[in-house]
């Protein structure tokens, strides 16, 4: 073998001084050193040799590959400037001819504003879950108090994925919520526990200006021993304050959930009319922003989390809602059409 690497050896050295063109040093870099190449069989051929002649055969073969391969690369090099001489021989280039400056992305205004909503609920001790976009029955409704009869799954039964479900967690759904997310972690982590989870959700809807079949949500999870609404509350006012960067009052309503006991909605002051009342507002001085509550004993259950000895709160908000509202967008679809001249904006 040893007589083989050397003669191919000088055979590549010979055919690389033959070469002229990028094109015909491909065809050589194919034939030696290709799947099916010459010296690629050596390599292969180096298994069967015994004990004692394959490491010193094996050392050989190596230094042979690399001192080819930069003989390859030297070659290339040398063929793509004499290319490139000729060109500027034969071409006239303006060298006074200002460069074009490439375009530059940037982050969309729906990641900003999450980026933005992750770093204040960090500062403030939560961490930032995320989980499965496809997710089964189980932890999409059943694990959430919302069984196969809820009428809530009327609302949500959506978006099935066909010929795939999950043995223990039945059919897989493209998931309606983030909160999901919250049983996954609970199994996981156990209590106490502080988190938000962002992301995208899916939904049957019938697009308009405020409803799509894709939008993004946030929901947040504290769990620990004698947590209370008043909890919840504090929270809220202080996520929003440092988001809008101005005192921001917030207020409960009744609302119902499955998955909360007793659950509520929240409102926080309008920043327009300072809680005056204005259009945006419909005269009330309060915006309409999320649902929570206190954590459902089932949920917490399903979760397996001891609910004598811990209890929590949850909330969730549309993360596009809330971009809607803070850069004044007439219409959702915006968001995710792709049109530069909407996205450039931001």
């Avoid at 001084?17 to 190449?37: C, I």
């Avoid at 983030?178 to 938000?196: D, H």
Wanted: charged residues 25%; aromatic residues 10%; neutral net charge.
């Amino acid at each position: 073998m040893k007589q083989e690497i050397e003669k191919l050896e000088k055979a590549v050295l010979e055919e690389l001084k033959k070469v002229s063109s990028t094109g015909g040093l491909k065809e050589l870099e194919v034939k030696y050193f290709g799947r099916k190449g010459e010296f690629t069989a050596i390599l292969k051929g180096l298994k069967d040799l015994s004990a004692s002649e394959k490491p010193v055969l094996g050392k050989l073969a190596n230094i042979t590959k690399v001192k080819l391969e930069k003989a390859i690369e030297a070659q290339r090099h040398k063929l793509e400037g004499s290319a490139l001489e000729k060109e500027l021989d034969t071409e006239f280039f303006d060298t006074s001819i200002p460069g074009k400056t490439p375009q530059m992305g940037h982050i969309h205004p729906l990641s900003q504003v999450q980026e933005e909503v992750e770093r204040i609920f960090s500062q403030m001790g939560f961490a930032i879950m995320d989980g499965p976009e496809i997710e089964s029955e189980y932890y999409n409704f059943e694990g959430l108090n919302i069984p196969a009869d809820h009428p809530a799954r009327d609302m949500q039964d959506t978006f099935f994925i066909q010929d795939k479900d999950d043995p223990k967690h039945g059919h897989m759904v493209l998931r309606t919520h983030t909160s999901p997310v919250q049983i996954r972690t609970m199994e996981k982590y156990g209590a106490p526990l502080r988190v938000i989870i962002p992301g995208r959700v899916f939904r049957y809807e019938a697009t308009d200006a405020s409803h799509d079949t894709t939008f993004y949500q946030v929901e947040g999870l504290l769990l620990d021993k004698e947590i209370s609404l008043s909890h919840l509350k504090g929270v809220m006012a202080e996520f929003l304050t440092r988001l809008f960067g101005a005192p921001v009052k917030v207020r409960f309503r009744p609302g119902y959930f499955p998955f909360v006991e007793p659950g509520l909605e929240l409102d926080f002051s309008c920043l327009i009319c300072n809680a005056k009342g204005c259009k945006v507002c419909k005269n009330t001085g309060w915006i309409e922003f999320m649902g929570a509550g206190m954590v459902h004993e089932n949920v917490l259950k399903a979760g397996g989390i001891d609910s004598k000895k811990y209890q929590g709160w949850a909330f969730g908000f549309g993360l596009t809602r809330l971009v809607m509202m803070r850069h004044a967008v007439s219409d959702i679809r915006l968001l995710t059409n792709g049109d530069l001249r909407f996205i450039k904006q931001f």
